[in-house]
């Protein structure tokens, strides 16, 4: 007699997963996160895409002698002051701004090596066949070895750090040497940047007095006390990333958000989010949902007594309060005055250079590192965004703080940007995979319980904030819950990055933003066309915001009390609270 074992579980199959996920988890930790298999992969397909393609060597042959023959004009025309530069650098990249660039032989220095970064950037995209993904990936590899190779990072090829040291007689150099050894034993010592011990929460930054009214283990929510005689009727909850702390939007009094909300008679919320260890390896989006916005949302209601709150959430909260709002509509829960998103992404095919580290391969890598720690670490995500933008957060840093011997000046958002926090296993692996991966909240497959929700259910009105130069939630990606919703929208792109865009008080110098409204229903303009057409302010886009929710609030009423002991939700302690101070 025999008997069928197939659907029987292979007593090796625990084993096998086992070993794969130390091997992953020991290559991700020679890698740094990143890999191979990808570099290899995206690398092999724009060779031999090259390697075939003829008439696109011809083009960047004839580049290169084009290029030269633009060098070999700049040099012979070196008599004449009023020479043009046979290239212009981008205009972020200020590593040749200084006038000793424009002496020989830097000025020839400087022109070859931008000649050779445009040729370079030619030689890695355009290249037929080759997958976008991959193509962005050898792209992302040569403009990483360009950057460590710039001739500003080398004393024989920068004039302004030869100056420097003749200057200093040398000083400096010893003096960087003195500040590496520093940074290399706080490193070590698992001690914060030096200079960031200036801004601690609840000293410097993170200051607004409230009280924190809820607590479970993923979350505290802090009340913020009232500063106005009377305040709007509905309530402001605010859901930050936890990629972070929450004091992003609770900075230095001159720059908090919160604030500010606060002096405009508004009741503020805010959700400050415990940091994971490994014990917290098993929570997940569905956590996050629940324990998260969800559960703050009963909290404010319970304590204000209002029927309608409006919500505010800031990038990775922006998606989760997305994800909560759309669950609310499916069930008809109607508590959503109003939606904000700040530089917060719906749809993930066009995620930016972020998307660089995102494919199976790299998350099967990353599966392997968190499923051995329990987490994702803050110096494994710190590094990853460094690396987006390697000129200006590793070797200008480098060349200032350790040649130079200049430490950089440390502000509160410098000091934030250093509190990271860490990301558990179940939750970011879920995360990068059905949100980023496989787009299932725009697909419209992402389930929550038993069905699907949709992003198209939204009716409440919505505030859309992008900012132009965002390397983290594009804004042309932002823009995308036009095309997900039939909701109003008014959208607004502000000026700088994704965070000092949001961080952009009223009175800061240089600070301008773009806004028109989509009508509910109505049709959603190309975002180029967007561009085109959007009203230009000068100033801080959160004047335009302020005058949004006066719009869609209630009159003026009576600040409610702070906390709501007699429905469970007692003042626990002062703002910020302790999870804020969790490392």
Known sequence: MSHDHSNAGDPLDGIAETLNRMMSAATGQMTGGLSPVTLIQSMSDWALHLATAPGRQMQLGARAAHNALRLGSYIASSANA???????PLPQDHRFGDPAWKEPPFDLISQGFLLTQQWWHAATTGIGGVSRHHEAVVSFVARQLLDMLAPSNFIATNPVLQQRIAETDGRCLIEGTQLFVEDLLRLAQGQPEAGVEAYQAGKEVAVTPGKVVFRNELIELIQYSPTTEKVRAEPILIVPAWIMKYYILDLSPRDSLVRWLVDQGYTVFMISWHNPDAADRNLDMEDYRLKGPMAALDAVTAITGAQKVHCAGYCLGGTLLSIAAATM???????????TLLASQ???????EIGLFIDDSQLNLLDGIMWNSGYLGTARMGGAFQMLRSNDL????????????????????VAWNADGTRMPYAMHSQYLRQLFLENDLAGGHYRVGAHTISLSALRAPMFVVGTEHDHIAPWRSVYKIHMLTGAQITFALASSGHNTGIVSEPGHPRRRYRIAT???DGAALDVEEWADSAQPRDGSWWLAWKDWLDGHSGEPVDPPPMGAPDRGYAPIENAPGRYVMER
Do not use: H, N
């Not at 590793?394 to 958002?413: A, F, N």
């Open 329 to 339: 509509a499916r069930d008809g829960d109607d508590r959503i005055a109003s939606l």
């Open 518 to 520: 989509r009508p509910e």
């Open 82 to 88: 009023d020479r043009e530069p046979a290239i212009q």
């Open 346 to 352: 719906t749809d993930f095919t066009e995620p930016g």
């Open 394 to 413: 590793i070797w200008s840093r480098i060349l200032t703080t350790y040649l130079m011997g200049e430490r950089p000046l440390v502000t509160d958002l």
